[in-house]
């Protein structure tokens, strides 16, 4: 079982930067996939960044050179830096963790943990 504690949402105005944060606790000994999910009102989750056990890493195309997914291993805690931001960046963000090799999917099915989520508002 593993518990994920996401922050560092806001609002920024168009061309602005905000670093979420996710904090693992419980099972973090065994090897997750560990990525980030966006959802908007009516719409399905989105992937927006994955990072594997092995280093491997994955973007959705509309957040490349934009955004990047890292991660603390001695604390625990993914994050996600967010640069340029775009209204349409605007969504409820979540932390998702699952088995190994899910980051190459970067789907919601990927996941078997989710985070709560933070809410992210860009403004033009």
């Known amino acids: 079982q593993v518990h994920l504690v996401e922050s560092g949402g806001g609002s920024v105005q168009a061309g602005g930067s905000l670093r979420l944060s996710c904090v693992a606790s419980?099972?973090?000994?065994?090897?997750?996939?560990m990525g980030w999910f966006r959802q908007t009102a009516g719409d399905e989750r989105e992937g927006v960044a994955a990072l594997d056990t092995d280093g491997h890493t994955n973007y959705a195309d509309s957040v490349k050179g934009r955004f990047t997914i890292s991660k603390d291993n001695a604390k625990n805690t993914l994050y996600l830096q967010m640069n340029n931001l775009k209204p349409e960046d605007t969504a409820m963000y979540y932390c998702g963790a699952g088995p190994p090799g899910g980051s190459w999917f970067l789907v919601e099915g990927a996941v078997e943990y989710w985070g709560q989520g933070t809410q992210v508002t860009v403004s033009s």
């Open positions: 419980g099972d973090t000994d065994t090897g997750y996939f």
